[in-house]
């Protein structure tokens, strides 16, 4: 139950709902709100089928490229910190992102604003590192997606109590849990290569 809780708040934080607000909502301005809130809907489940595919896939994907789980556990941990540091320290081109004309679909609000490569990398990581608590691993999953959903849905009214200094400021305090997580996880790689 404690991996439950731990791996969804670890995919909480890579799928960054606060963080993808601005875009979501930048990226979906020009359309009217309930197209809004239906082509959400319909990039979040597009999003949770290449999540589930790779959750349960993920195994299958490290042996054939003849991955261990170390080299999983060091690299995701190296992604996990960069995307950390952008969190904490945003460029202007990703907080000035353009807004569509055209409906998006699949790129970029599924991918890779929500089903990133550092995500895809963790589900892997997971089904590795937990083959008998899949249940575990989907519920944790389930969870991270609905909480993602229901912020991204109701983003007007989180942008209006937080405002948009508070948003900032809730992203970078994300990013440095994040910096936790991803050094915990590349130490753990470290040290489970050593005792191989």
């Not at 709100?33 to 595919?53: T, Y």
């Not at 590795?128 to 609905?146: E, N, R, S, V």
């Amino acid at each position: 139950m404690n991996n439950m809780i731990s791996n969804t708040i670890l995919l909480i934080l890579i799928m960054d709902p606060l963080g993808n607000l601005p875009i979501f909502m930048s990226t979906l301005k020009n359309f009217k709100p309930h197209r809004q809130r239906f082509v959400l809907i319909r990039e979040m489940l597009l999003a949770l089928m290449i999540m589930f595919l790779f959750l349960f896939a993920g195994e299958k994907i490290l042996s054939i490229l003849n991955v261990k789980t170390e080299t999983v556990s060091i690299s995701g941990g190296i992604i996990l910190f960069l995307i950390a540091i952008k969190m904490i320290f945003p460029s202007e081109t990703n907080q000035n992102n353009n807004s569509f004309k055209e409906e998006p679909f699949l790129v970029p609000l599924a991918i890779p604003l929500v089903a990133g490569p550092s995500l895809l990398a963790t589900l892997m990581l997971l089904s590795h590192k937990y083959p008998h608590q899949t249940p575990y691993l989907i519920g944790a999953l389930l969870l991270a997606w609905t909480i993602t959903m229901f912020v991204l849905l109701s983003s007007e009214l989180f942008l209006k109590l937080l405002g948009k200094k508070g948003v900032i400021a809730l992203e970078r305090l994300m990013g440095l849990i994040l910096i936790m997580i991803s050094t915990q996880m590349f130490l753990d790689g470290i040290q489970n290569w050593f005792n191989f």
